[in-house]
């Protein structure tokens, strides 16, 4: 504060030594200012001591009067501001002179005052932001105030007078062209200055011009460019074909494509070729990967610069093989060419056929032929081909050929399952076939005249298992299947039980079973009767004659009328039961005569094996049949039927051969036989109508011949009653039948037989084994509160109807392992096309007799079943569960 | 022989039957009080039993009578379990390989009926030279066989176990029938209403799965509807029939014997030993299964022994003895020991005459057992024959004896305890009323 003071002072000490002068002066007023452009200021000058003659001279930056740029001023002292601020500072200064006029006029005084011009200018660009695609244009607004619109704007882009090709060029109107190539930021700046005229110029201003104002503008670049690469996605075989297109929208104007493959522009012979009109070709083969076509849109000129692209991955994949239609149909055995037409076959492709390997022509990828030769064994079978081709893009499909006979067929596949159910063991495929070409009468024909199975005479000495085993093979794999059925039907009738009796004795019944199954009945009889096997299982072996108080055994005399030939009540010739007027039923035999042919079958004991008759009763099998000791046996008189009268003293074989002489005239043998083998082939209700034609041929063949056991059996079959399929006719399929069906119709080889004799078992047949000497079941058995007769029943409870369809389960899930080769290969093939499964299996199993609502439920199940073996195993499971397969209608 | 079966046993419960289960015989329709379990076991003895031999009169003067007739099949007295009967009037040996049920006699827990058989009325040997009837054919197996399930001296349809279960079902709670056989099918079992179901030792109920769930369920849904088809077919529809009861039986059955107690009671390994244990573990489970009336069928072959009958009856014995007796422990380890009668059935007696070959052959009345804690034992009901060839109760020359009591009213006696009505005796027995006593008093 005293330094203030103190400056203050020695001021006004100055001032008041000019004041002490007498010089004339000047003094511009007002001393400063700032004025806008263009707009005027009223200088005042104040003289002192001036002389009369004067002159108040002004200037403006020592030009008197001024001038345009700094402004003018007139002689009177109103200054003009220029119309823009004439430097950076805006200073200008602006003087007064006082002179004197006249000669000699000279400069008396000045005074001077520095006058600020502001600068108002102000420049506005608009739109302060904008997107603008590549290549396009777009005109900025420009609008200045404050300053003359006449003002130079200069127009930069990044700081680029003018902008350039990278960024995009503006003209000085302000017309900006965005670049053809995205810049490395999609994002300029626009700028525009206004610019100050330069000095004399010619108003563009130089670069050094001053900028009296600026604006900015961003500018958004937009890459607008899309393309579209069509077909997006795409599987091509090798050295397949495939046009491209790209479609482009939004690029700028003389945009290029680039087509590459894996980006290999063009690509090349491994990833495949592509044109630079996009035509792809695959590759030779199937690359490592899948190549990558790709096509990219280049700005005119650009090389490195890509607006947009697009790709598509290409599957190199062969094409899945696909089967239209397979030529012929059916074919009969012997060679056949079978012609496949359809697409994706490859030089590589296989076949198989059930699993086995078969060699394909290839013709072209829309045909292949499989050259082979059906066996007859094949005939009824459908043969189901899979076609393969091989990794990489493994497919298959499968085709079908049904091997059958030439030629039209005689029966229709139902007839002729009804006859092989009657007369075999199970139907086969191959058997369907046969029997429909060459009809019934050939057929039995056949059958009659076709030699015998035989039984080894190994088995003599080993288990009975071992010849239950045996003759199920036989009955699963041998041709004489109608003897084979007869034999065991007979054994049914003349039973005996390996509880009882062993393989020694067991074997040769079986054998005279085989070999008087087409043979005459009283050969049956007698061969049977002399038995080492019946003489065992019902004691005529060694039957003593009556002694001491004991009489003979009455087991033989009575089973042998009661179950074997005859039965209990007199019959009709239908072999209905005779009653007397009062109702009462005719017996064919009492208590008196059991004792009588009782003692008819005395004497009689083991072969000896040696020439001659024993003299002993024996008690060592030596082979053969039995042989009568005539010391044992009852010589007396003996009355039979009819009133025959066996005089005494004849030896044991006159009486036996006149007393099985006597029951086989018994006119109650043929409708008592004949309905039995009825029963046990076809129906278990045969009409007497039906028995009473049988018994008559049993009567007489037809050439006078009674009990002609082939004609009886033929007869049987051929009978128009065999035929029907009334509610009441067939039977219940024994468990023996039904496992060996079941295997027969699946041509499933069996390498372990006895265990499927295991199996009977379980469902109630151990074979070889009847309970007792009535045999499995009694041919009296009825159901429905004995409506009907159905003698297979008596064995069919829940636990062996259980037993029956855990067998099918057991079978076709593999809980047999190989025991059992179910051909699953063939049979899941069929699955493939379910209809053909059904129809398949209808037809072997049921001999196409499923009924619609049947085919329906399993159908339902199969499908609804996971994978091709599965659905063919419930197609087999449901149809041989099922009661329509059991009971044989 | 080779047992080739050592595969995975898997029993399913059966779903496919699931949704229609109903009671397996059609329901009566007066209900009726349960009053607790009873349970009837016939034991069958197939081929027809020696009964003769079985039980022999041992007062001296019968047994010189049968010492004479039976010759060389007549079993020294001394080898014969002695028991008294009729208050000690009567003594009777028991064959030595029957000594455990000679036990239960003396513990009166096994009585014996004698000369029993099947007959339409009461007759006598002249009767029958007069032309009375008789059951058709006498002597038959397989004839007497059905007559001694049927009670019905013409054969017939039905059995008489069936006939008594048809009226007293609705004792039952449970969905099985009462009968239930473990020896095959049995007549004796099927009535006119209810069937029998078989369960025999060994075997098993329940469908055996395979393969995919989805398939699996497709499967049993299929198999339902299979069983309905066809109905119009006889054939079919029984066969259909019978596995619908196996169906539905199987879950039931097997999830009861699963969860019953295991008997302790160590049975033979005989078949019938094996029979008689698959009855008492039914039995155990019976408060599960909802069953307070059960008929049981069980029974074991060789009886028609022509040749070499005392041999052959020592194995037999041997094997009937001590199963039953085994049976009539495990009943009293159950507690139902009182609720329980065990009887024999047999198609006929044999002839008292020996033939030749040291056998018998087939005749008419015999003798039965009938075992049980609610049995009046110790004792033996019933009258045997005149023991003499060609005498009063012979109906031919060799001992073939008239039956002075009828199966009709051995088997009434049986049902009545079981619960059938006096008054419906004759329902089930058309023939009873032709017999004074329509019931023995055994029981």
């Known amino acids: 504060m005293r330094n203030l003071t103190w400056a203050l002072t020695l001021l006004a000490a100055a001032h008041t030594a000019f004041a002490v002068t007498t010089a004339p002066g000047i003094e511009l007023k007002p001393g400063s200012a700032t004025v806008d452009p263009d707009k005027t200021l009223q200088f005042a000058a104040v003289l002192s001591n001036a002389p009369a003659a004067k002159e108040i001279r002004y200037f403006v930056n020592s030009v008197r009067g001024g001038s345009a740029t700094y402004g003018t001023i007139t002689t009177a002292g109103l200054y003009d501001a220029p119309a823009v601020q004439p430097t950076a500072e805006g200073k200008v200064t602006v003087s007064a002179e006082l002179w004197s006029t006249g000669n000699g006029a000279k400069k008396l005084a000045s005074d001077t005052t520095v006058v600020t011009i502001r600068n108002t200018a102000k420049l506005n660009i608009t739109p302060s932001y904008k997107d603008v695609g590549l290549g396009a244009s777009f005109t900025f607004e420009k609008e200045v105030t404050g300053a003359p619109a006449t003002l130079f704007v200069r127009w930069y882009v990044n700081n680029l007078p003018n902008g350039s090709a990278a960024v995009g060029t503006v003209t000085n109107a302000g017309v900006y062209k965005a670049p053809m190539s995205p810049p490395s930021n999609m994002k300029v700046t626009l700028r525009a200055d206004l610019l100050a005229p330069s000095s004399g110029g010619s108003g563009t201003g130089g670069l050094a011009a001053r900028v009296l104002s600026t604006d900015s503008s961003t500018i958004q670049l937009k890459n607008t460019t899309n393309l579209v690469l069509e077909p997006g996605n795409l599987t091509l075989a090798p050295g397949g074909k495939q046009q491209f297109t790209a479609t482009v929208a939004g690029a700028p104007a003389g945009y290029r494509l680039r087509w590459s493959v894996t980006s290999i522009v063009g690509g090349n012979a491994s990833v495949g070729t592509i044109t630079t009109a996009g035509l792809y070709t695959a590759p030779a083969s199937i690359p490592s990967s899948s190549p990558v076509v790709k096509v990219e849109v280049l700005p005119p000129g650009a090389v490195n610069t890509v607006l947009d692209t697009d790709t598509t991955t290409v599957a190199i994949k062969y094409a899945p093989l696909s089967i239209t239609s397979a030529s012929p149909g059916a074919v009969a055995p012997g060679a056949y060419t079978l012609v496949l037409r359809g697409s994706g076959f490859r030089s590589t492709t296989t076949a198989t056929l059930d699993g086995t390997a078969v060699t394909p022509q290839y013709v072209s990828d829309s045909e292949l032929r499989i050259p082979g030769n059906a066996t007859t064994a094949e005939l009824g079978s459908i043969l189901a081909f899979k076609i393969a081709n091989p990794s990489p893009n493994s497919s298959s499909a499968y085709a079908y050929l049904r091997v059958r006979s030439g030629g039209a067929p005689l029966l229709t596949s139902t007839e002729a399952h009804r006859l092989l159910r009657q007369a075999t063991w199970g139907p086969r495929p191959q058997d369907l076939d046969h029997l429909m070409r060459v009809g019934k009468t050939a057929w039995l024909n056949e059958q009659f005249a076709m030699p015998s199975s035989t039984i080894p005479e190994e088995l003599l000495s080993k288990s009975l298992e071992y010849t239950q085993e045996h003759y199920l093979k036989l009955a699963l794999e041998n041709n004489d299947q109608l003897r084979l059925r007869v034999a065991w039907t007979l054994h049914k009738i003349w039973v005996i039980s390996g509880f009882d009796v062993e393989s020694r004795q067991f074997v040769p019944y079986l054998r005279i079973l085989l070999n008087r199954a087409f043979g005459n009945y009283f050969d049956l009889m007698k061969d049977v009767t002399l038995s080492p096997g019946m003489g065992e299982y019902l004691d005529m072996l060694n039957n003593k004659k009556g002694e001491a108080g004991a009489m003979p055994n009455e087991n033989y005399a009575r089973e042998i009328n009661q179950l074997f030939t005859l039965g209990l009540y007199r019959l009709t010739p239908g072999g209905a039961v005779q009653t007397d007027t009062l109702g009462n039923q005719l017996l064919t035999y009492t208590q008196d005569d059991v004792i009588e042919f009782a003692r008819v079958f005395t004497g009689w004991t083991y072969n000896d094996g040696k020439a001659g008759a024993p003299t002993q009763l024996q008690y060592y099998d030596k082979g053969g049949p039995m042989e009568a000791v005539q010391r044992y046996h009852d010589t007396g008189e003996k009355r039979l039927f009819n009133g025959a009268v066996l005089p005494p003293n004849q030896p044991a074989e006159m009486d036996l051969d006149a007393a099985l002489r006597n029951i086989f005239e018994h006119p109650n043998l043929g409708p008592f036989v004949g309905k039995q083998l009825i029963q046990q082939l076809v129906t278990s209700n045969p009409s007497e109508a039906y028995v009473g034609r049988i018994a008559a041929v049993f009567a007489n063949n037809g050439q006078g011949v009674r009990g002609d056991l082939k004609a009886v059996v033929r007869a049987i079959l051929l009978d128009p009653e065999a035929s029907l399929a009334a509610p009441n006719s067939g039977k219940l399929m024994e468990p023996a039948l039904f496992v060996t069906s079941i295997v027969r119709g699946l041509k499933a080889p069996v390498t372990d037989t006895p265990f499927l004799a295991d199996f009977t078992s379980d469902m109630g047949q151990r074979m070889f084994y009847p309970p007792s000497v009535f045999s499995y079941y009694s041919p009296g058995f009825r159901i429905a509160g004995g409506a009907q007769v159905a003698p297979e029943f008596q064995i069919y409870t829940s636990v062996t109807a259980t037993a029956r369809v855990n067998f099918a389960a057991q079978l076709l899930s593999g809980e047999f392992g190989g025991n059992v080769k179910v051909p699953w290969s063939n049979l899941s093939a069929l699955a493939r096309n379910p209809d053909m499964l059904m129809d398949y299996v209808n037809e072997v199993f049921l001999g196409s007799r499923m009924s619609p609502e049947m085919r329906t439920a399993i159908l339902q199940a199969v499908l609804a079943s996971s994978g091709d073996k599965e659905k063919a195993q419930t197609a087999l499971y449901l149809t041989i569960a099922s009661p329509q397969f059991q009971v044989e209608r | ?443």
């Open chain 2, 1 to 443: 022989m080779r047992s080739r079966r050592e595969f995975l046993r898997k029993i399913t419960a059966l779903g496919a039957a699931g949704a229609g289960f109903t009671r397996l015989g059609s329901i009566s329709a007066n209900a009726q009080t349960a009053g607790g379990y009873r349970a009837l076991v016939c034991v069958f003895l197939f081929g027809g039993n020696d009964g003769g031999n079985m039980v022999v009169p041992l007062d001296t003067a019968r047994y010189t009578q049968y010492q004479r007739g039976r010759g060389g099949l007549a079993l020294p007295s001394t080898q014969l379990g002695a028991v008294t009967a009729k208050a000690g009037a009567e003594s009777y040996g028991i064959h030595p390989q029957l000594e455990p049920l000679r036990q239960l006699y003396l513990q009166k827990r096994m009585a014996v009926v004698l000369n029993v058989g099947t007959l339409v009325r009461p007759v006598t040997k002249t009767d029958i030279r007069n032309g009375a009837p008789v059951p058709d054919n006498l002597y038959s197996h397989s004839d007497q066989t059905q007559q001694w399930q049927t009670s019905n001296p013409r054969g017939g349809r039905t059995g008489w176990g069936g006939r008594s279960a048809d009226l007293i079902q609705s004792y039952n709670t449970g969905i099985l029938p009462p009968g239930i056989s473990v020896n095959g099918n049995s007549l004796l079992l099927l009535g006119a209403q209810t069937g029998g179901l078989n369960v025999s030792p060994g075997s098993r109920l329940g469908v055996d799965s395979f393969g995919s769930e989805e398939g699996t369920q497709a499967r049993q849904a299929a198999m339902a509807q299979i069983l309905t088809f066809d109905s119009g077919v006889t054939m079919i529809s029984t066969a259909s029939g019978v596995m619908n009861t196996a169906l539905q039986a199987a879950a039931e059955v097997n999830a009861a014997l699963n969860s019953a107690p295991p008997i302790t009671t160590v049975f033979p390994q005989s078949g019938l030993g094996q029979q008689l244990a698959q009855v008492a573990q039914i039995m155990a489970a019976r408060g599960s299964l909802g069953m307070n009336r059960q008929i049981f069928f069980a029974g074991m072959g060789g009886f028609d022994n022509h040749n070499d009958l005392i041999s052959s009856q020592q194995g037999l014995y041997g094997a009937l003895g001590p199963a039953v007796a085994a049976f009539y422990n495990a009943t009293v380890e159950l507690g139902i020991a009182d609720q329980v009668t065990t009887f024999t059935e047999s198609e006929f007696g044999r002839t008292f005459n020996v033939n030749t070959g040291n056998g018998s052959d087939h005749a008419w009345g015999s003798q039965m057992m009938v075992v049980g804690g609610a049995v009046n034992g110790g004792d033996a009901y019933g009258r045997l024959p005149v023991l003499e060839m060609e005498g009063p109760d012979d109906a031919g020359s060799r001992g073939l004896w008239i039956p002075s009591t009828a199966l009709d009213q051995y088997a009434a006696t049986l049902a009545q305890w079981f619960g059938v009505q006096p008054v419906d005796l004759p329902v089930v027995f058309p023939n009873l009323p032709n017999f004074a006593a329509p019931t023995l008093g055994f029981l």
